[in-house]
């Protein structure tokens, strides 16, 4: 069952083909490094992905990045948000330059996803190797008469596409009663949308010298890389208003057929209750959890913990919260289990697990569901394992790592960023344990302990690990 921004309703999921299943994702605009809040739009799809793979489908799944013609507002106006980046870091505006500026970002958000357990897109398109393809479907809406050309470029006759804004029950009769005086005199209607905007720099098209709108890029993409009917588009809440009730009317109107089955849209990551965003300053990034003793998985935890719909306030509280469960969780599976071999999941824990979840996506009970085994003392800690690699296969917390590797992440960042003073405790610890004092080394234990830290004696050395509370 999968909510269908559409229709706003559950529904069963049925795919369009057989056997498989295509999936696009609305990615970043490169003018600047994901923030933690953008991930959760991608964990949407990422979990729908493995949930597929595991019914047996293959899945192709696009995410784009937007690398030009994105306007600070989400309709026609504002500045470029790609140029405003170039500025910012002192480039000359080229379209050479725009790709190059471009790159870290995209690198950047690569390692973002893989960092967060993201199994990586089937394409990951970047919209400037898609113009050509972006320029055709404007010249076929105009031949359709579905576009029009005014003097700053192209538009969008949203007149010709009547069911315009079924996402989010867009009422185009309200915008035109509250469409601002200044609006464009040679647009036709207010909710008209640019498809090409002439500019003095660009790519050369039969309109002129200029861009491609910004909701024309992703329905080009999405044709390109998957086909003209995709089973599922995800992206978070606030594109569904104008971006994606642009893509379905550039589509519908090309094809005349269905251009999704069905929309799926996250609400946001707030911080005070306000929206996570950048260019509010508190766009905060993995790397900034890292160097607080946070890993990815901890976040994709917090993540999980609250059903993708709902919006969901971070603090590092919170945070700190999702870790003490997940260190609990690792430490089961890779300090207590090192030397456990899992046999077969528990079939009534496996199969509650696969029906919380597979009803859209309710990671909070399929959550509920996983603490439910971990106290189950009838279920041995073989089935445990077992069941956990299970879940991990959808959940993608880390817990299928090899022993070796689940000690050593498992401290990792606590040994790094723990106190001075835990360390220098650690330290000594270690050369009363190599002269063989033991007394002194579980006296050292104790101490650290009483400063809030664990210790695991592993093969590749201690490990340190903020206790876990009980609660
Ligand atoms: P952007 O880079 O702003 O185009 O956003 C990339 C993706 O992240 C889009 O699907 C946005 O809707 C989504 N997004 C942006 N801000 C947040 C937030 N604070 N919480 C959740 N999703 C967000
Ligand atoms: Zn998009």
Redesign the pocket.
């Known amino acids: 069952m999968l909510f269908n921004t559409a229709t706003r309703t559950k529904e069963e999921f049925k795919p369009i083909r057989k056997n498989s299943v295509l999936l696009y994702?609305?990615?970043?605009?490169?003018y600047d490094h994901?923030?933690i809040?953008?991930?959760?739009?991608?964990l949407v799809p990422d979990l729908i992905r493995r949930l597929l793979l595991r019914s047996g489908y293959t899945v192709k799944h696009t995410i784009n990045v937007?690398d030009f013609g994105?306007l600070t507002d989400d309709g026609d106006d504002g500045e470029d948000k790609i140029m405003k980046g170039m500025r910012r870091e002192g480039y000359e505006i080229t379209l050479e330059n725009m790709r190059s500026f471009a790159e870290p970002y995209i690198a950047s958000f690569r390692k973002d996803l893989a960092d967060f357990g993201n199994l990586e897109p089937t394409d990951l398109t970047r919209a400037s190797d898609y113009v050509a393809e972006q320029i055709k479907i404007i010249e076929t809406l105009i031949e359709k008469g579905y576009a029009y050309e005014a003097s700053d470029g192209v538009y969008f006759d949203v007149g010709k596409f009547p069911s315009y804004g079924v996402l989010g029950n867009v009422d185009i009769e309200q915008l035109r009663a509250g469409a601002r005086v200044e609006v464009n005199p040679e647009k036709r209607h207010p909710a008209d949308f640019a498809l090409w905007k002439n500019a003095s720099l660009g790519w050369k098209s039969r309109f002129g010298i200029g861009f491609p709108g910004w909701h024309i890029e992703c329905t080009a993409m999405a044709f390109a890389t998957l086909g003209k009917q995709i089973d599922i588009h995800?992206?978070?809440?606030?594109?569904m208003y104008t971006h994606h009730n642009g893509e379905i009317a550039q589509a519908e109107s090309v094809t005349g057929k269905q251009y999704v089955r069905y929309w799926l849209?996250?609400?946001?990551?707030?911080v005070s209750d306000d929206?996570?965003?950048k260019s509010k300053g508190t766009g905060i990034r993995l790397e900034d959890l890292a160097a607080r003793g946070f890993s990815p998985t901890d976040y994709r935890y917090w993540l999980l913990t609250s059903h993708y719909r709902s919006p969901v306030n971070f603090t590092f509280e919170a945070l700190e919260a999702a870790h003490q469960a997940l260190t609990r969780l690792k430490r089961f599976v890779y300090i207590d289990c090192a030397d456990v071999r899992a046999s077969y999941p528990h079939e009534k824990y496996e199969h509650a697990f696969l029906k919380t979840i597979s009803d859209d996506l309710d990671t909070p009970k399929a959550l509920a569901v996983l603490w439910e085994l971990m106290k189950d003392q009838t279920v041995t800690k073989e089935q445990k394992l077992a069941t956990l690699h299970t879940y991990d296969a959808i959940l993608s917390l880390g817990l299928c790592d090899t022993v070796t590797e689940g000690q050593a992440a498992l401290g990792h960042l606590e040994t790094k960023t723990a106190p001075e003073e835990v360390q220098k405790l650690l330290a000594e610890r270690e050369k009363t344990r190599a002269a063989k004092n033991w007394l002194r080394a579980d006296q050292l234990r104790d101490e650290i302990e009483a400063h809030g830290y664990t210790i695991d004696d592993t093969p590749s050395g201690p490990r340190l690990s903020r206790t876990a509370s009980d609660a």
Not at 25 to 30: E, F, L, N, R
């Open positions: 994702s609305c990615g970043p605009t490169v994901a923030h809040g953008n991930l959760r739009s991608y937007t994105h995800t992206g978070g809440e606030d594109l849209h996250n609400a946001f990551v707030t929206r996570m965003a």
